[in-house]
C-alpha cells in the first residue's frame, strides 16, 4: 500500500499528481470532541496512481498537497465536499479550486438527492464497497493495512464515477448548472464561522424580539466559546438548553439554577456569568435594530395550498427534468414564492428560473394547472385547461 509519511514523498508525489488533468480526493477525520475536525488521512489519485497521506505523521509538512489543491490546472474531484473542503480551508485559507463534486454532478445528472458514495459505486463501478474500516479509529497509529486500502479505494472508485458524470453533465449541456452549484462550496464565507450570526440556525424558536435578541447574544456566546475551547458545541451548552435560556431570559443565578435543563451547578462557574452577561446585553439591544421575525408564511391566505400544489410541481419538474428536486427548491423557496413573486430565492434565479421558477409563478396565479393523465402529473398551459380532466 502506498503511505506517505513524509514531507519528501509528499512534494515528489504531488509533483506527479499535478501533470494530470485531475486528481481525485477525500479526507479521514475526527470531530466527535473537537469544534475543529482534526485531519488524520488525505487519499488521492490520477490515473496512474493512488495513495494515502498521513496527515498525523511526526513532522509532515502538508504545504505540497495544499499547493496541488490551490493549483488552477488541476480538477479537484470530491464527493459530498463540504466538509472536505472545510478542513483545507482551515488548513491554508484557501479552498480548492477547481471543484467537481460528484455528489452534486450526480443530483443535476438523475441519480436523485443526496445519493451516496456507495451507491455510485454500486451504479457507475459495478461493485460493492468493503465497509468495514469506515468506522475506525483514524486517529490511532500504526495505520492498519485493511484502513489504507479502504481509503484508497475510495478514491480509485471515484475516478471512473467523476468520467462519467463529467460525460453526463457535459451532454446534457448543463454544465453551467453544475459551475452555479460549485460556486458555493468554494466561496469561503461558506466555511468561515462567525459567532454573531450562530443565531441563524434557531431563529425560528423566536417568538418576539426579546426571544431574538436573547438567542443572538446566548447563541454568540456559546459559539466563541465552542471555538475558543475547539469542543462541540454541544459540550458548551447543549441546543435546547440554549432556547431554553433565551425563552426564559434570566437575570440571576438562581433563575438560572431553577432551569430545568441547566446543567446543576453552572450558575456558580465562568460560565455562568458570562450566560448572564449575555442576557443582559440582550436586555440592552433596541428592537428597532433587531432582524425581522420570519412569521410562518403559511398564515397567509391560501399560502398553505399553494405550496402544497408547488410541491406537486416540483415533483413533476423534477421526474421529467432528472434533477433533483433538492436541488431545484427546498421548502423553504416554496413558501417564499407562495408569499411573494420577487422572493429572494435561488429558485427564481438562473437556470432554477427557467426549470421552475417561471413555471411555478405561473401556476400560482392560474396560468398553469396540474392534472392526472394515466397516473402521471402534467401541466397544462392556461388554453388547455378548460378541456376536461382530473385536475389537482
Request: proline residues 4%; charged residues 30%.
Amino acid at each position: 500500500m502506498s503511505l506517505i509519511t513524509t514531507t519528501d514523498e509528499l512534494a515528489q508525489a504531488c509533483q506527479r499528481l499535478a501533470r494530470s488533468p485531475f486528481v481525485t480526493v477525500d479526507t479521514e477525520f475526527l470531530r466527535e470532541t473537537t469544534f475543529w475536525p482534526i485531519l488524520c488521512v488525505v487519499q488521492v489519485a490520477s490515473d496512474d496512481e493512488a495513495l494515502a497521506i498521513d496527515a498525523l505523521a511526526p513532522g509532515l509538512d502538508l504545504e505540497p498537497l495544499l499547493q496541488l489543491m490551490a493549483d488552477e490546472d488541476v480538477v479537484k474531484v470530491f464527493h459530498a465536499a463540504r466538509q472536505d473542503l472545510e478542513i483545507f480551508w482551515k488548513l491554508s485559507g484557501l479552498v480548492p479550486t477547481p471543484l467537481f463534486d460528484t455528489q452534486v454532478a450526480a443530483m443535476v445528472c438523475g441519480y436523485g438527492e443526496q445519493v451516496s458514495y456507495s451507491e455510485l459505486v454500486q451504479s457507475i463501478c459495478h461493485v460493492g464497497i468493503d465497509k468495514s474500516s469506515r468506522f475506525t479509529d483514524w486517529a490511532r497509529r500504526p495505520l492498519a493495512e485493511a484502513q489504507i486500502a479502504y481509503a484508497i479505494g475510495d478514491v480509485t472508485h471515484l475516478r471512473d464515477i467523476y468520467k462519467a458524470l463529467s460525460k453526463r453533465v457535459a451532454a446534457s449541456g448543463r454544465q453551467s448548472w453544475l459551475d452555479d452549484e460549485m460556486k458555493t462550496l468554494i466561496s469561503p464565507s461558506t466555511y468561515e464561522q462567525h459567532p454573531e450570526r450562530a443565531w441563524e440556525r434557531y431563529k425560528n424558536k423566536a417568538r418576539k424580539p426579546r426571544d431574538l435578541a436573547m438567542l443572538m447574544e446566548l447563541a454568540s456566546w456559546r459559539e466563541s466559546e465552542a471555538q475558543a475551547r475547539d469542543v462541540p458545541r454541544a459540550r458548551v451548552l447543549k441546543d435546547e438548553v440554549l432556547i431554553e435560556l433565551a425563552l426564559a431570559a434570566p437575570r440571576s443565578a438562581e433563575t438560572l439554577a431553577n432551569l430545568r435543563a441547566f446543567p446543576r451547578g453552572m450558575e456558580r462557574s465562568r460560565a455562568g456569568a458570562e450566560i448572564l452577561a449575555a442576557v443582559e446585553r440582550g436586555f440592552e439591544r433596541d428592537p428597532k435594530t433587531l432582524p425581522k421575525i420570519d412569521r410562518e408564511r403559511r398564515n397567509g391566505v391560501n399560502v398553505g395550498a399553494t405550496v402544497e400544489l408547488l410541491k406537486v410541481l416540483l415533483r413533476q419538474v423534477s421526474e421529467d427534468s432528472g434533477v433533483a428536486g433538492k436541488l431545484i427548491a427546498t421548502v423553504d423557496d416554496l413558501e417564499a414564492i407562495a408569499q411573494s413573486d420577487k422572493a429572494d430565492v435561488p429558485a427564481l434565479g438562473g437556470w432554477r428560473r427557467k426549470l421552475f421558477g417561471e413555471r411555478a409563478l405561473e401556476l400560482k396565479h392560474g396560468r398553469l394547472a396540474l392534472t392526472v393523465e394515466n397516473g402521471k402529473v402534467v401541466t397544462l398551459e392556461w388554453k388547455d385547461a378548460e378541456a376536461p380532466h382530473s385536475a389537482i
